[in-house]
């Protein structure tokens, strides 16, 4: 792996290959979720247990959000699917979810019927990219650009999980004095924005 494979690669496997043993917990936890929100169906019940995994990953849940995303855990071990497997890696501890591979995304590619493998291989690929960055190219925040309306846009869009003001925070920043490249064309990029954007997650001090 190397800066320009990162950049172009379409299946994340060979991405978590070079992640391993490097990326911390809240980030893969997010990844495994942005994964699985996105192939669910709207309603779906495991959607709830999402929620209770990014309420985890987020550090210091409710005993209440900690009982449900035990119990969710149990009942996707349960399932004994690949869907329940996957799940079942987003509600994992700690310990086990530092260890997330390829074989997560091998056992969601080609759940959804008319989308093919190779299409879903590259939205996970897009995931990986968005929540870690280039890290061969890391980025440091600076001071001047966390101006009020940075903070503002980059908290909200977190909380809500919705980052379609993502351009409006490139104009911020580009008002508070950015001109880093891969932070405003991230900002502008078409490419889906998904919780642990290590955009926002810069701006808003997290790892």
Known sequence: MNAKKWKTCSDPGPM???????????KLRLFAVACLRSILPAGAPFHSALDAAEEVAGGKPSRQVRKSFDEWGAIAMEAGDPLGWAMHFALDDAASIVHLDREFTDWICGLREGVSESA????????????????????????????????????????????????????????????????????????????????????????
């Open 120 to 207: 879903e291989r590259k939205r996970f690929a897009d995931h990986l990219r968005c929540i870690f960055g280039n890290p061969f190219r890391p980025v440091s925040v600076e001071a001047a650009w966390l101006t009020p309306a940075v903070r503002s846009l980059a908290r909200r869009m977190d909380q809500a999980r919705d980052f379609s003001q993502m351009p409006a925070l490139a104009d911020a920043l580009e008002e508070s004095g950015c001109a880093n490249s891969d932070v405003l064309d991230h900002c502008r990029s078409r490419t889906p924005h998904v919780r642990g954007c290590w955009v926002v997650d810069l701006l808003l001090g997290m790892e």
């Open 16 to 26: 978590l290959d070079f992640l391993r043993g490097a990326a911390g917990e809240r």
